[in-house]
């Protein structure tokens, strides 16, 4: 596609219930991001795709949160046992080469989480 | 510790004129800039970017300054037009790093 595609666009679930959370990269870029955005706050780096090196999985909060990426496109940012506080705004990122040498970032619209 | 830093929650600018907005760094490993927009229920859209070697970087009505000694850097919008209300968030990058580090943000309002 022409840009980076999120799905679901809203998620609301209960506590304690797991959720998962799509992304779809531009497509021919290789490396992949994941971050999220709480109610006030900036962009906080999650995980880190690039081929088939193994994830930077540095940014993860806590053992609840892990992403696999299939395929070295589609990736899948799993939550179990949902907490409020994991209510955050969870957007994924796409870059050609993931060469960490002035490479733009490209996101993608978000998906607005809210646990109850 | 929060590398990034844009102390401007907010800026309110009359349309035509210019609007400029302000990000403090602390890691000097930081070695790319970037400046993103976000209007609500979007993702941030990249805008303009800087690397360390250079100290202006322009692309039409949008122009970044990087000031290393001072670790600030800026950016103008001018003329800004009511089309540039949103978030703005500056964001850094590690040579050879893998992730973006951002700012809170700013919110910039062009009354018209």
């Known amino acids: 596609g022409a840009g980076v595609s999120q799905s679901p666009s809203n998620k609301v679930t209960e506590k304690g219930k797991d959720v998962e959370l799509r992304c779809d990269p531009i497509?021919?870029?290789?490396?992949l991001y994941w971050y999220r955005q709480s109610l006030g706050q900036g962009l906080e780096f999650l995980i880190y795709?690039?081929?088939?090196?193994?994830?930077?999985k540095s940014g993860l909060p806590s053992d609840r949160f892990s992403a696999e990426r299939t395929g070295g496109s589609v990736s899948t940012l799993t939550i179990q046992r949902t907490q409020q506080e994991d209510s955050a705004v969870y957007l994924c990122?796409?870059?050609?080469?993931?060469?960490?040498?002035?490479?733009?970032?490209?996101f993608g619209p978000g998906t607005r989480l809210l646990v109850l | 510790d929060q590398q990034v830093k844009q102390n401007s929650p907010s800026l309110s600018v009359q349309e035509g004129r210019i609007s400029i907005l302000n990000c403090d760094y602390t890691?000097?490993?930081?070695?790319?800039f970037l400046w993103y927009k976000k209007y609500p229920a979007e993702g941030p859209t990249f805008l303009i970017s800087?690397?360390?070697?250079?100290d202006k970087n322009e692309d039409g009505r949008f122009t970044v300054f990087l000031n290393k000694s001072a670790k600030h850097l800026s950016l103008h919008i001018v003329p800004s037009q009511p089309g540039d209300s949103a978030v703005y968030f500056c964001a850094a990058h590690r040579r050879y790093g893998n992730k973006l580090v951002f700012g809170a943000g700013t919110i910039l309002r062009v009354k018209s």
């Open positions: 497509s021919g870029h290789t490396a």
């Open positions: 800087i690397s360390s070697i250079k």
């Open positions: 890691n000097s490993m930081f070695d790319y």
């Open positions: 795709f690039q081929g088939n090196s193994a994830p930077d």
């Open positions: 990122a796409s870059s050609l080469a993931g060469t960490g040498v002035e490479e733009t970032q490209y």
